[in-house]
């Protein structure tokens, strides 16, 4: 909205003595961009650079108190927890029974929350309250015009994912509430039923149609209060071993969950031994699939005149991220499968660069005991999805938190994270999970950085004897007196 995008490190300084909980905020800058798989467009409200910085402040104020309430499954936007960690809690909750399913959506969350009912809620002293009022109230500036926001917040803040949880946050309790008034102990009503939420996506669990079918309605009349309701296009019954309209299993973040009968696949049994009839498998869903393929395409595409090297260094971050987000569920089939249609891609490629030749001898070389691997002279190779080992995620515990004190554990688990980079996380093994700088365990909302001990500008090489992870604040201050810098700019004049 000011015009500004960046600060130099003056303006920051500047900057940080002007923030002040004093109750104003500056209209936000509505920008839409397109929902994945749809025509639909999402509208983001982008705050001020001031704006966003004491949002940040303020979350750092709020989310400690709250990250201490929040029902343990909740998953979505809180710092050390994943989507892998609300699949783990699916399969904890289908894994020894067949049961219903309602995947439900919210319609509009961000847009449509109560405001009243939200600061009720947050029930904060009176200056905070203002502060968080103001930038629920701030507007927002769409093609030149100014427009009020009644309710809602901003998609595109700091401190708006928070809100929305906020916001949710009692929907398992009252469905446990529920759960209690059914027939048996109150305990095992409660371990039956299970509902799971990644931000506004959540799934209600249980053996019984009718207890499934009651859950909506009382989470849809939960919903009411907050000003939210669900969307209908987006919320179905369904069931993870038997057919229910053509339907078996569900889909959640990107993940396919279903139950297959004996025969194909081998029977799990429960903790007693005995045979359920039945095994769960959690694959990437084919929408999924198809998306990444249409990715890659698109990009080898784009690349039909650039170097070979050119086109591995485009691909290779999109396979390593998409295979390490599915590499601790059931997908050696499906890697194995994008690879033969990535190859079938790049086969196509060759194709047309060679006048019909796919070019064996420029683009596909032998590299150790696998032959036809699609890499350079130099020794550039394109990763393969089947490359990537499969590792199950062990989910975070329920009531765990960040601000827990519990360092150990949680250093322990930023370092076993699926999407951790390789290097990031043999580090973290290394040091074991402290930061040889401070003496300070990491935690899941550190940010750290990979450090040369010795600087390569002063003979330094890389290699992980001459590596090691720190805090961005303690690199910074290694990097000011290792010498570094002085050798920089010698070289430089």
Avoid at 222 to 243: A, F, I, Q, V, Y
Avoid at 314 to 336: A, E, M
Wanted: proline fraction near 5%; charged fraction near 25%; include cysteine.
């Amino acid at each position: 909205m000011d015009g500004v995008k960046s600060l130099t490190p003056k303006q920051r300084t500047n900057l940080v003595g002007k923030l002040k909980l004093e109750g104003k905020a500056k209209p936000t800058r509505r920008v839409h961009i397109p929902k994945p798989g749809t025509a639909e467009t999402r509208p983001l409200g982008i705050p001020t650079i001031s704006d966003r910085a004491l949002q940040a402040l303020c979350k750092m104020a709020l989310e400690p108190e709250w990250e201490a309430k929040f029902e343990p499954n909740s998953y979505g936007f809180r710092p050390g927890r994943s989507c892998h960690d609300a699949v783990g809690a699916i399969y904890n909750c289908v894994r020894s029974k067949a049961k219903y399913v309602l995947d439900a959506d919210i319609a509009k969350c961000f847009d449509r929350i109560d405001h009243k009912a939200l600061l009720t809620k947050i029930a904060t002293f009176p200056t905070m309250r203002q502060q968080v009022k103001s930038w629920l109230k701030a507007g927002y500036c769409d093609q030149g015009n100014l427009f009020p926001t009644n309710e809602g917040t901003p998609q595109g803040g700091v401190i708006s994912p928070l809100l929305a949880n906020i916001a949710l946050h009692g929907m398992e309790a009252r469905v446990m509430q529920y759960a209690e008034t059914l027939k048996g102990k109150k305990r095992d009503n409660r371990y039956a039923l299970g509902l799971i939420r990644y931000a506004d996506d959540f799934v209600i669990i249980h053996e019984d149609l009718n207890v499934v079918l009651k859950c909506k309605e009382i989470i849809a009349d939960w919903l009411s209060d907050m000003g939210l309701e669900l969307k209908p296009s987006k919320t179905r019954l369904t069931h993870t071993l038997n057919e229910i309209e053509g339907n078996v299993g569900f889909e959640f973040l990107g993940f396919h969950i279903q139950q297959h009968k004996v025969g194909i696949y081998r029977c799990a049994n429960n903790t007693n031994g005995t045979s359920l009839g039945f095994c769960t498998l959690i694959t990437p869903s084919k929408a999924k699939v198809k998306s990444h393929l249409s990715k890659i395409a698109e990009v080898i595409d784009a690349h039909k005149t650039a170097p070979q090297a050119a086109l591995i260094s485009r691909l290779n971050p999109i396979i390593r991220g998409w295979s390490n987000y599915y590499s601790t569920v059931v997908s050696k089939k499906t890697f194995n499968k994008v690879d033969k249609l990535t190859y079938d891609k790049l086969k196509t490629w060759a194709k047309r660069r060679g006048k019909g030749n796919i070019n064996k001898e420029k683009y596909w070389r032998t590299v150790g005991d696998r032959n036809w691997c699609f890499s350079t002279e130099n020794g550039l190779e394109l990763k393969q999805h089947s490359d990537a080992p499969i590792v199950r995620h062990i989910k975070v515990k329920g009531v765990a938190t960040p601000f827990d004190g519990n360092w150990i554990y949680w250093s322990k688990r930023r370092g076993e994270y699926p999407e951790t980079p390789n290097r990031v996380a043999s580090l973290i093994k290394r040091q074991k999970g402290i930061c040889p700088h401070c003496g300070l365990y990491f935690t899941s909302t550190d940010i750290v950085e990979v450090d040369h001990i010795k600087p390569t500008s002063l003979g330094g090489n890389d290699t992980y004897e001459n590596l090691q992870l720190l805090h961005k604040h303690c690199h910074d201050t290694k990097t000011a007196t290792d010498g570094s810098i002085c050798s920089k700019e010698g070289v430089k004049t």
